[in-house]
């Protein structure tokens, strides 16, 4: 074989490898997640977490110019060689595949969160509409001890650099009751492409090739903690993105902060409020006089905000990534944000919120 086909032919090879892989969780949780993945995620987020910018950002920046300026370099002799520019392309793509895979993807074929904490997925209306009640409850209790006042909304009073400082504290209390959420050297920051992520329609995302959490620093800070705690779920491993709202949800919750607290339950109640919603619509407004009018509130400001920056951009590339994560073992794609919901209603059936 001529080393021009080498790494074309690799890439179909390594399809072919992940594609066996996913009948085999346990070994990849062994192997892979609790194996080889924890030294590369630890030794990413000490080597990049110091610095105050996000590499990963510019990284991406210096790879699209360059795959931009090759396209306009050959655009004139593409038809002469179009051969050996596919064969470039496919070599590249085979690479990245490697690199992405090898640095962090090889978790979305682990074993499912819900075996491993013994949580079942399957739940009824009635289990849901009585989770939502005692979820009302926290949350309004929660939203008065910082309001003093049903009808305010809560306003965060700090920045998004403190809140970086203070999750950590989440996940320490988190992680005594479950050793596996440990987390240590932080590496979180705000995306240079926060303006772009939110006509995306998008919170944030995990850098599998560096490791770094990036946040959209536009959105609303009421629930920015949610959205950081749930980019460290990634960093940690959990690929799924009903396990990473979970995660970020238990660990903003268990944050000794008050407002990560108010942060944590009024997502999770937007959450079951949607789900109803999904299944009947108009059948989230039998709850809405129970809920305090500032978090209502709140949600407004939120609904808003997102909505100032609808365009057909944000739904294509909702498209996009809803294939691609129905591609990477996530069968029910953009959906599956919402699927934490069926966690939630489990774990907490016979435990307090």
Same mark, same amino acid.
């Given at each position: ?46 080597? %990049?977490?110091? /610095?105050?910018? @996000? &590499?990963?950002?510019?990284? *991406? =920046? ?118 596996? %959420?440990?987390? /240590?050297?932080? @590496? &979180?920051?705000?995306?240079? *492409? =926060? ?23 536009k959105m609303p800070l009421y629930s920015f903690p949610v959205t950081v ?125």
């Amino acid at each position: 074989m001529k080393k021009k086909h080498l790494l074309p032919a690799l890439l179909f090879v390594q399809i072919l490898i992940i594609k066996i892989l996913g009948y085999f969780p346990d070994t990849v949780e062994y192997l892979y997640s609790n194996g080889l993945y924890q030294p590369i995620s630890k030794a990413m987020r000490v080597l %990049f977490g110091w /610095i105050p910018f @996000s &590499i990963g950002d510019i990284l *991406y =920046s210096v790879v699209f110019f360059f795959i931009f300026r090759w396209i306009f370099l050959k655009r004139k002799t593409w038809k002469i060689h179009w051969k050996a520019n596919v064969l470039h392309i496919t070599g590249f793509i085979s690479v990245l595949y490697f690199v992405f895979h090898l640095l962090w993807a090889f978790n979305y074929y682990r074993i499912p969160l819900n075996e491993t904490l013994g949580i079942r997925k399957d739940y009824t209306q009635t289990e849901l509409r009585e989770f939502t009640l005692k979820l009302i409850e926290k949350t309004n209790a929660i939203q008065f001890k910082i309001t003093k006042d049903q009808n305010a909304k809560v306003v965060f009073p700090q920045s998004r650099e403190t809140i970086y400082g203070k999750v950590l504290n989440g996940y320490s209390h988190l992680s005594k009751q479950y050793p596996q %959420f440990d987390y /240590i050297h932080s @590496s &979180i920051k705000g995306s240079i *492409y =926060s303006l772009p992520l939110t006509y995306m329609g998008f919170s944030g995302y995990l850098n599998p090739f560096t490791g770094e959490a990036q946040v959209n620093d536009k959105m609303p800070l009421y629930s920015f903690p949610v959205t950081v705690c749930h980019e460290m779920a990634h960093q940690l491993g959990y690929a799924s993105e009903s396990e990473a709202n979970f995660i970020g949800f238990l660990s903003a919750k268990s944050n000794d902060d008050p407002y990560f607290q108010y942060a944590a339950y009024s997502f999770a109640l937007r959450y079951c409020l949607n789900t109803f919603e999904r299944k009947k619509e108009g059948s989230s407004k039998e709850f809405l006089p129970l809920i305090n009018k500032g978090i209502l509130e709140n949600y407004r400001e939120s609904r808003e905000f997102w909505q100032q920056y609808e365009t057909f951009i944000e739904s294509g590339f909702k498209i996009f990534y809803d294939r691609f994560l129905k591609m990477n073992q996530q069968k029910d794609g953009m959906e599956g944000y919402s699927r934490f919901v069926e966690l939630m209603v489990n774990y907490y059936k016979n435990k307090p919120l």
